[in-house]
T-cell receptor, first 106, second 113 residues
Framework: DAKTTQPTSMDCAEGRAANLPCNHS???????VYWYRQIHSQGPQYIIH???NNETNEMASLIITEDRKSSTLILPHATLRDTAVYYC???????FGAGTRLTVKP | DSGVTQTPKHLITATGQRVTLRCSPR?????VYWYQQSLDQGLQFLIQ???????AKGNILERFSAQQFPDLHSELNLSSLELGDSALYFC????????????FGPGTRLTVL
């Protein structure tokens, strides 16, 4: 089983922020939290990663709780093209869970 | 475009056959990873190579094997194919450290009839 658990699906209105949660309560001190997304059957696309601190890049923000047992991926202004399956994984564990299917609606 | 290339894009074969999938990593990356994604399933890590040596093993069947060549490209060999081996096979590459970002290729869709 994967080290992460995520909701199966979520909806978000276009233009609003999408907040995707992930639990990783057994994460080790040297393991990173990575987020990828997969659109249809394309290769997973890297989004963002972090160890302890919150991170932001041009695609998203990553908020990691102080105890590192959970995190939230934030897409600040979701668009229809953000509809995808989002995977939260712990590296170097490399066990992907089922991910969250995010549907952005007009 | 991640910079990782995989060939072929599609492969159709029969049960009992053997196929080889090829992956070229991003320029400068030393690690190659192989993943399997069956229909409507998540990604299953199969195996990782680093600079020609096997570094980590996941849920890889004994009928499957992989190698990484001196030019760093990698091949995944699947033999005695079964219907259940039909899946998308993704290759990813990363740098030196186990925690470096993995960049995925477009995948090879294998159909076993």
């Amino acid at each position: 089983d994967a080290k992460t658990t995520q909701p199966t699906s979520m909806d978000c209105a276009e233009g609003r922020a999408a907040n995707l949660p992930c639990n990783h309560s057994t994460i080790s001190g040297n393991e990173y939290v990575y987020w990828y997304r997969q659109i249809h059957s394309q290769g997973p696309q890297y989004i963002i990663h972090g160890l302890k601190n919150n991170e932001t890049n041009e695609m998203a923000s990553l908020i990691i709780t102080e105890d590192r047992k959970s995190s939230t991926l934030i897409l600040p202004h979701a668009t229809l093209r953000d509809t995808a399956v989002y995977y939260c994984i712990v590296i170097p564990d490399m066990r992907f869970g089922a991910g969250t299917r995010l549907t952005v609606k007009p | 475009d991640s910079g990782v290339t995989q060939t072929p894009k599609h492969l159709i074969t029969a049960t009992g056959q053997r196929v080889t999938l090829r992956c070229s990593p991003r320029s400068g990356d030393l690690s190659v990873y192989w993943y399997q994604q069956s229909l409507d399933q998540g990604l299953q890590f199969l195996i990782q190579y680093y600079n020609g040596e096997e570094r980590a093993k996941g849920n890889i069947l004994e009928r499957f094997s992989a190698q990484q060549f001196p030019d760093l490209h990698s091949e995944l060999n699947l033999s005695s194919l079964e219907l259940g081996d039909s899946a998308l096979y993704f290759c990813a590459s990363s740098g030196r450290d186990l925690t470096d970002t993995q960049y995925f290729g477009p995948g090879t869709r294998l159909t076993v009839l």
